[in-house]
């Protein structure tokens, strides 16, 4: 089970784009690329809310957040599109489907952006199964997204693994009873990911294999 924002995508720089587009709209400051990429994880309501009340975590105006919202999805669905893999990325999940592993993509990502990310990338076809944000009741860090993973694939919880950028992947493998390899890029909340926390921290998405074998 593999994460897609900072993990198989730099999608940063598209996400800041519309975050930045909605605030404009909205006549309000626009946020540096660096603070945007910090509130990246938890999915796309926490992201508009925290551009929305930053530096607090509290919850906007209601009526704030609707209008936020809307164009927050309007105007990222016009650059979705141009979010490109890390590199090694695309040998990595090639050499992991040739080795037999059944993958899944596992994200906090609405389940439309999700699917352009990974359609206009080419990554769709690695995928045998795609869980978005939207998917289920609840995302990651609850391990829900992660036990559907296990139930669809007839596989122990024990017996899989997630591959992520953020302490809310680390949560959620945790949560479930999986293991957790973490890659040392990404987003993560402006904070690095520690080995003490994970099973395993790779520079490379292509080192995975390798620890698995």
């Given at each position: 089970?593999?994460?897609?924002?900072g993990t198989l995508v730099h999608s940063a720089p598209e996400i800041a784009r519309g975050?930045?587009?909605?605030?404009?709209?909205?006549?309000?400051?626009?946020?540096?690329?660096?603070?945007?990429?910090?509130?990246?994880?938890?999915?796309?309501?926490?992201?508009?809310?925290?551009?929305?009340?930053?530096?607090?975590?509290?919850?906007?105006?209601?009526?704030?957040?609707?209008?936020?919202?809307?164009?927050?999805?309007?105007?990222?669905?016009?650059?979705?599109?141009?979010?490109?893999?890390?590199?090694?990325?695309?040998?990595?999940?090639?050499?992991?489907?040739?080795?037999?592993?059944?993958?899944?993509?596992?994200?906090?990502?609405?389940?439309?952006?999700?699917?352009?990310?990974?359609?206009?990338?080419?990554?769709?076809?690695?995928?045998?199964?795609?869980?978005?944000?939207?998917?289920?009741?609840?995302?990651?860090?609850?391990?829900?997204?992660?036990?559907?993973?296990?139930?669809?694939?007839?596989?122990?919880?024990?017996?899989?693994?997630?591959?992520?950028?953020?302490?809310?992947?680390?949560?959620?493998?945790?949560?479930?009873?999986?293991?957790?390899?973490?890659?040392?890029?990404?987003?993560?909340?402006?904070?690095?990911?520690?080995?003490?926390m994970v099973d395993a921290l790779v520079d490379d998405l292509q080192d995975v294999l390798k620890l698995l074998?």
């Amino acid at each position: 089970m593999i994460d897609l924002d900072g993990t198989l995508v730099h999608s940063a720089p598209e996400i800041a784009r519309g975050i930045n587009a909605m605030l404009v709209a909205l006549s309000l400051p626009t946020l540096s690329a660096v603070q945007i990429e910090a509130y990246i994880g938890d999915g796309a309501e926490k992201l508009i809310k925290r551009a929305l009340t930053q530096p607090s975590d509290c919850e906007p105006d209601a009526a704030l957040f609707v209008q936020a919202k809307q164009l927050f999805f309007t105007e990222y669905a016009k650059v979705v599109s141009e979010s490109l893999p890390y590199p090694g990325v695309v040998s990595a999940l090639e050499a992991l489907k040739n080795a037999g592993y059944r993958l899944a993509c596992v994200t906090n990502k609405p389940q439309t952006f999700t699917q352009a990310v990974l359609t206009t990338s080419n990554l769709l076809p690695y995928f045998e199964l795609v869980v978005a944000g939207d998917t289920l009741a609840k995302k990651k860090p609850d391990p829900d997204q992660l036990i559907y993973c296990c139930e669809q694939f007839g596989v122990a919880l024990n017996e899989a693994v997630l591959v992520g950028d953020s302490k809310v992947d680390v949560a959620a493998a945790r949560s479930a009873g999986c293991y957790m390899i973490a890659v040392s890029y990404g987003y993560n909340h402006g904070q690095l990911i520690e080995a003490s926390m994970v099973d395993a921290l790779v520079d490379d998405l292509q080192d995975v294999l390798k620890l698995l074998h």
